[in-house]
């Protein structure tokens, strides 16, 4: 009988089975072509920690990862991968698409190969196959939030890990917010030791007025996160900064006051959940200081995208702030409605006079310079006027890729952001509508969990898995008949309990198989 065929997700864009397999053992070579030494140092550290096996470098290698510029059709992400019982042939024309074939070949070797200790006496056969595989969007991102709850570096290199074997290519650091600033910057320490603290957190939805009693704190250090990118572009996950302004600043203001629109006002860190109405004022020292905060974020964050939030801003305080009502009559601005997009212009200026490209929340672009990637989250019609306007656009719809609603209506599920049910369906089943041809340009998806309800490292792999696995199908595959690839998706269950992600259900009425917050036996 012939063995299981392994289900692969993201599905590959072309994938035939040939009959056979090729045996890795001690004694396989790797044949490494100029350029793709990268690939082979990480397929050696992916699967090392399992097989033992070292993959020596050799000239007559039979397993050829090679890098060959001239190769068409692939573009930057795309790979070819033949599997014959003698030879293992990678190939790409980017050492990007190398990456994306050797999370492939994890994928084909047995599931204990994702395991991060020795497994002897398992026989590590790849089936033969022929690949040929390019993702449909560019951007296939996951935004996590470490304002509300702060996570430890080691906890984001785990995910990167889990980005890359499910082929997503972004991992989106939400820094700073109401509840928390977790950027270290030299110029302003307090933003760390003041607004990386508050004494509380609500336990319920906003206006609940129920507190935990419980202190929160926790920011990073230059080297962490200076470490942290290098060790996800060696797996070709790009880290995207987000520095919220000019609202969700209370952190910031609890550290500097006089950035406020009431200068002399003394705030604590948001212990509350929602949109607060504190915002940074519009003075001059102000502008300066979110130049400077960018300036670092440039500095630790090679993205070409750096994101400013740039949502969800009250304009109650501009509203009575003489400095405010005096910018407004010194820019010619019709009223104060207009002074959050005069703000975002200010801040994207500058991250465009220095090459990157400024990136807010935004529902349809209005307010915005064109120059700006919007992420549209609301509504998906609100994603084609976004594209009509001349945005490029990432789609996040809430009711497909917010990882904080629940999974299912089950009384079982853990806390969740109360309203929508997103389940696995739902998520896979999303399909962004396209920009028309004269217009900006949808270049991706991308998921969002955040973390006022998931405080805990297994809380945030309940909520992100299986979900993400499926948000990745769909970014990289399109479209794929969902009985398939919820099939896939089940089998797949079997490697995320390989890598002890404590995952939620595949199917809302039939219970994961360990309850939440344990690990998986």
């Excluded at 945030?460 to 990745?472: H, K, N, Q, V, W």
Aim: aromatic letters at 8%.
């Amino acid at each position: 009988m012939p063995a299981p065929r392994p289900a692969l997700v993201p599905a590959p864009t072309q994938l035939t089975y040939r009959p056979g397999h090729f045996t890795l053992n001690p004694d396989t070579m790797l044949r490494i072509t100029p350029g793709a030494e990268p690939a082979a140092t990480l397929l050696r550290t992916l699967i090392a920690p399992a097989t033992g096996l070292p993959l020596s470098p050799a000239t007559d290698g039979p397993f050829v990862l090679a890098l060959d510029p001239g190769l068409g059709g692939l573009g930057a992400e795309g790979y070819g991968l033949t599997i014959s019982s003698d030879a293992v042939l990678l190939r790409a024309a980017h050492l990007t698409g190398l990456l994306r074939g050797i999370q492939t070949i994890r994928q084909l070797l047995p599931v204990q190969a994702l395991a991060n200790r020795a497994r002897p006496g398992v026989p590590w056969r790849l089936p033969c196959v022929e690949i040929t595989d390019v993702p449909r969007h560019a951007w296939r991102g996951f935004m996590l939030d470490v304002a509300r709850h702060f996570q430890p570096v080691a906890f984001l290199r785990r995910y990167v890990d889990l980005l890359a074997l499910h082929k997503l290519n972004v991992l989106h650091l939400h820094l700073t917010d109401d509840q928390g600033w977790r950027l270290p910057v030299a110029d302003y320490p307090l933003l760390t030791e003041v607004g990386g603290r508050r004494a509380q957190s609500m336990v319920g939805p906003a206006g609940s007025g129920v507190f935990d009693g419980i202190p929160h704190e926790g920011s990073y250090i230059d080297r962490e996160l200076r470490d942290l990118v290098t060790y996800a572009a060696a797996r070709g996950v790009t880290i995207v900064p987000e520095v919220e302004m000019p609202g969700h600043t209370r952190a910031a203001l609890a550290a500097y006051p006089e950035l406020g629109t009431a200068p002399g006002r003394r705030l604590d860190v948001w212990t509350r959940w929602g949109v607060c109405d504190t915002v940074l004022g519009v003075h001059e020292p102000v502008l300066d200081f979110c130049r400077t905060v960018l300036d670092t974020v440039l500095d630790i964050f090679p993205s070409p995208y750096v994101h400013v939030g740039g949502d969800e801003c009250p304009t109650t305080e501009w509203v009575t702030s003489r400095a405010a009502q005096e910018r407004i009559k010194a820019e010619g601005l019709a009223g104060t409605g207009e002074l959050r997009g005069w703000f975002l212009g200010q801040v994207g200026d500058h991250l465009l006079g220095r090459g990157r490209i400024p990136t807010a929340w935004a529902e349809t672009g209005e307010g915005l310079p064109p120059e700006f990637t919007i992420m549209t989250w609301r509504d998906p019609e609100h994603t084609r006027i976004a594209l009509k306007r001349g945005h490029n656009v990432v789609s996040s719809q809430h009711s497909a890729a917010y990882f904080d609603y629940a999974q299912s209506a089950s009384p079982a599920e853990p806390p969740a952001q109360p309203g929508l049910v997103v389940d696995l369906r739902s998520v896979h089943d999303h399909d962004p509508p396209e920009g028309p041809a004269s217009g900006g340009e949808l270049i991706g998806v991308q998921a969002q969990l955040w973390t006022e309800f998931a405080p805990t490292a297994g809380h945030i792999d309940y909520l992100a898995f299986p979900r993400l696995a499926a948000l990745a199908d769909r970014a990289w595959h399109g479209a794929s008949p969902w009985p398939l690839a919820r099939a896939r998706l089940i089998a797949h269950g079997d490697r995320l309990a390989a890598l002890g992600v404590r995952h939620g259900p595949f199917d809302p009425y039939v219970p994961v198989p360990h309850r939440f917050g344990e690990e998986s036996t």
